[in-house]
């Protein structure tokens, strides 16, 4: 590792049955030699804490401590997290465990920080409907309504003769004969993500007392279960697990051409927008805990990268103000689930092709002085509760919250803007000149009261402010916009193919709505009824844009805002931090831009 030029190592996150080999006797030698190894070659660990995979005496002691999924079935031993969050027994053991290795390890050279647990919520891990989150969701509704008649009167319970008499005798939201109410499954997913952020601070507030290193989580890509915001705000970086052809396959929302087009690449977005998503998570401070090196055993298809693109994603990264990259893994298993999981080494320890282009990077490195993050051309607001609430009623098979938000982001990277996303609670709109909120569910007091005095461009819609907290619909009806007299009068959603036709301008697509009022209509559909009504430079969009009308709305905001938006060739991506622009050729044939010739997988620097 020292010798390929590395500086990092993750080690221990799954490693609590070699730790603790039978209950209360702690094998720490194993960890204490490697450790030492490493720190005499100069590198610096991440110590995991190991409780995302309990060994199996753990369920001997604790056998209630698994998850039960929404169908009632307990999900069992054989693979990993499986417990619940809510089962206090295994709180306890976990509090034990970390205290053991923060002990030890708090204040040892060679850590230099610590990963709690290992991805939360992988494998739909973050809703359990077991007992225990049974008892501990009726002690956090408590909390939350404080009566039972408040209760019922925010959720909305006349409704089909829902009313509760006591907190009691409330369930959990699975299992209901038709859908549950909304508010129940709203205020359950709430829970649940509480119940993440719980765990995570009974983990962190045992490190603290023993080590002052940064504590840190592995989030994953498109994972909505729990407030990563919420989480962050606990830690001291955030880092993320970027697996982009995985990826591609499994999570991208996209046509079969994009995707064979990009199978060796990966979306050219996708991974961007996790990187802007999780530098605010970390509050600036972010890392790649764990970078694809080459085919990995999960998704449908597991295609190798195009050579070239393992360092093109790990220049990306940078370039997006990433601290660190480490690469999952160092040696391919020959054992267990992830064997047809690639590594730097193969499973004989003889280098794979990802060695040389990490070399390269490392090469390269000493002439690039650390990237600046300065603040971006636009923030687009990201909500995890908004997910919830769309998951909950989607009101359309094709309606999806992350889709929507990628959808604008995406626009906002063909034009080579800085994007940063930013969290619900934001509210320092002034710092930029266009901010975003598209369906942004149930915008915060102060978002709102921020928004008159902002003087830049927003766009805001559609389904913003569309329920309360508590899932109903307010009154006055969405979007409530201040100052603007917009009504939502009507909504709609589209299947595959149908488009609401907004004649040169684009079209909304999967999703539109009807406006009435008095503010100014600055787009219309076909039919002469409003498409986008404004005030001043605040736009409500009613609708889910196609690619064009994207295009339209951002070139209309750029200009008001006198924003430099670029025109890149189709695989293009770049960002910038004042003095160097960074571009990506995600695209499988050279691309020039300025002058430059960028080869397939290959990425320039350009002084600005
Ligand atoms: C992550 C996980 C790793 C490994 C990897 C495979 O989800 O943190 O332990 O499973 O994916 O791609």
Redesign the pocket.
């Known amino acids: 590792m020292a010798a390929l030029g590395l500086s990092w190592v993750r080690i221990g996150?799954?490693a609590w049955t070699h730790l603790e080999p039978t209950p209360g006797n702690l094998s720490f030698d194993w960890l204490d030699r490697a450790i030492e190894i490493l720190g005499g070659q100069g590198l610096k660990v991440i110590l995991g804490t190991p409780t995302a995979t309990p060994p199996r005496w753990m369920l001997d002691r604790h056998p209630d401590m698994l998850a039960v999924d929404r169908d009632g079935q307990t999900r069992g031993f054989g693979s990993?997290r499986h417990y619940c969050f809510s089962h206090e027994g295994y709180r306890q053991e976990a509090a034990r465990i970390v205290t053991m290795l923060a002990g030890h390890y708090g204040d040892h050279p060679t850590v230099q920080a610590w990963q709690t647990d290992?991805?939360y919520g992988?494998h739909g891990t973050t809703l359990s409907f077991s007992p225990s989150a049974l008892a501990a969701f009726r002690v956090w509704l408590q909390e939350r309504y404080l009566s039972i008649d408040d209760l019922n009167e925010a959720w909305g319970n006349d409704f089909w003769s829902m009313r509760y008499d006591r907190f009691d005798q409330i369930d959990l939201p699975n299992l209901t004969v038709t859908e549950a109410s909304p508010a129940h499954w709203l205020a359950f997913r709430r829970f649940s993500s509480d119940q993440v952020v719980s765990f995570d601070a009974i983990q962190t507030e045992i490190i603290r007392k023993h080590s002052d290193r940064p504590i840190l989580h592995?989030y994953?890509g498109t994972e909505l279960g729990f407030d990563h915001f919420k989480l962050g705000e606990g830690l001291d970086i955030a880092s993320w697990?970027s697996?982009p052809l995985?990826f591609l396959e499994d999570r991208v929302t996209a046509d079969d051409d994009h995707k064979f087009r990009f199978m060796r690449q990966g979306d050219p977005d996708y991974q961007a927008f996790h990187h802007d998503l999780y530098r605010t998570v970390g509050k600036g401070r972010w890392w790649i805990?764990?970078q694809?090196p080459g085919p990995?055993?999960?998704a449908p298809y597991n295609p190798a990268p195009l050579p070239g693109m393992v360092r093109l994603w790990t220049w990306e990264a940078f370039a997006h103000g990433a601290e660190m990259v480490s690469y999952?893994?160092w040696r391919q298993a020959r054992f267990g689930q992830?064997q047809m999981?690639s590594g730097l080494h193969r499973p004989d320890g003889v280098e794979a092709p990802a060695a040389d282009e990490i070399r390269k990077v490392i090469e390269e490195l000493p002439d690039r002085p650390d990237v600046e993050t300065p603040v971006g051309d636009a923030a687009l607001v990201f909500d995890y509760a908004s997910a919830w609430g769309y998951q909950t009623q989607p009101q359309g098979a094709s309606f999806s919250y992350f889709d929507l938000v990628f959808t604008w982001y995406k626009g906002l990277r063909r034009l080579g803007l800085n994007v940063d996303i930013v969290g619900p609670g934001f509210t320092d709109l002034a710092q930029y000149k266009l901010i975003l909120a598209p369906g942004l569910m149930a915008p915060s007091a102060g978002f709102l009261s921020s928004l008159p005095s902002f003087e830049g461009t927003a766009l805001l819609g559609p389904r913003f402010g569309s329920r309360t907290p508590d899932h109903a619909i307010p009154l006055p009806l969405p979007p409530g916009i201040p100052d603007m007299d917009c009504t939502v009068s009507f909504v709609e959603s589209l299947r595959p193919g149908a488009r609401r036709d907004l004649g040169n301008a684009g079209s909304y697509i999967n999703w539109s709505e009807r406006l009435e009022g008095t503010a100014t209509v600055t787009l219309s559909d076909g039919d002469g009824f409003p498409a986008v009504m404004s005030n001043r430079k605040h736009h409500y969009v009613a609708g889910w844009p196609d690619d064009g009308l994207v295009n339209t709305l951002l070139g209309t905001a750029c200009a008001a805002e006198g924003i430099a938006a670029l025109s890149l060739p189709g695989s293009l991506r770049t960002r910038h931090d004042g003095m160097t622009r960074y571009l990506f050729n995600y695209g499988p044939e050279a691309e020039r831009f300025d002058g430059l010739e960028i080869e397939p997988a290959g990425v320039a620097f350009l002084s600005l």
């Open positions: 996150e799954f990993r290992n991805e992988c592995n994953m697990d697996y995985g805990m764990e694809q990995v055993n999960w999952f893994r992830e999981h």
